[in-house]
């Protein structure tokens, strides 16, 4: 059985994963009134509340990710119904999940204290970070659904296909160009799509 320090650990290397899926989940409406830091912490806060029902078991984590995935989907509902709660005049559950208050507990940063990385290595990995986003914001719409079912999601071509209604040559032709359209964003060889 894992620890604490190992099981904050193991949630915080998904970070930049994370970060992505909650991008692919989280429409204009939510990211415009919720930072997708907020987010993440909210996350990462829920996951260590359910702490005993993690899957850590290997290979490649991707049990622990299904698990995330999970966890992500349930914060940007919870996210949306605060948006709209407000939007009708607010309410106790619109003050509770309105206010980007959400990275404040700490709970995670707590467990993992002694592992964080230097200030040159975090400002690095924050450049990196922002210029997948950026480039991952660039991409068309089916473009950027198709990555998250298949990368983020974790979903099978199968699974994908169902969920975006079209065959699965079609889902693993739009996966590959949106691959390839994302990688060329990146190295600055492509334009946006449209």
Do not use: C
């Not at 912490?41 to 990710?65: G, M, N, S």
């Not at 889902?171 to 334009?191: F, H, P």
């Amino acid at each position: 059985m894992e620890g604490p320090l190992e099981v904050g650990e193991r949630i915080v290397a998904q970070g930049r994963w994370l970060r992505l899926l909650l991008m692919h989940l989280a429409g204009r409406q939510v990211r415009a009134s919720v930072e997708l830091e907020d987010l993440v912490q909210e996350v990462y806060v829920r996951a260590i509340a359910h702490e005993a029902k993690l899957p850590l078991e290997e290979p490649k984590d991707l049990p622990l990710r299904r698990f995330l995935a999970k966890l992500a989907r349930g914060t940007v509902i919870d996210a949306v119904r605060a948006i709209r709660a407000k939007k009708r005049g607010g309410g106790v559950k619109a003050l509770r999940l309105s206010r980007s208050d959400w990275s404040s507990t700490g709970m995670l940063e707590s467990l993992v204290a002694g592992v964080q990385p230097g200030p040159a290595t975090e400002a690095q990995q924050w450049d990196e970070q922002r210029r997948l986003l950026d480039a991952f914001a660039q991409l068309a719409p089916e473009q950027r659904r198709v990555l998250g079912l298949r990368q983020f999601e974790g979903l099978s071509a199968a699974e994908t296909a169902r969920r975006m209604a079209r065959s699965e040559d079609a889902v693993n032709s739009l996966y590959r160009r949106a691959l390839e359209a994302w990688g060329g964003l990146l190295r600055g060889q492509t334009k946006p799509s449209e």
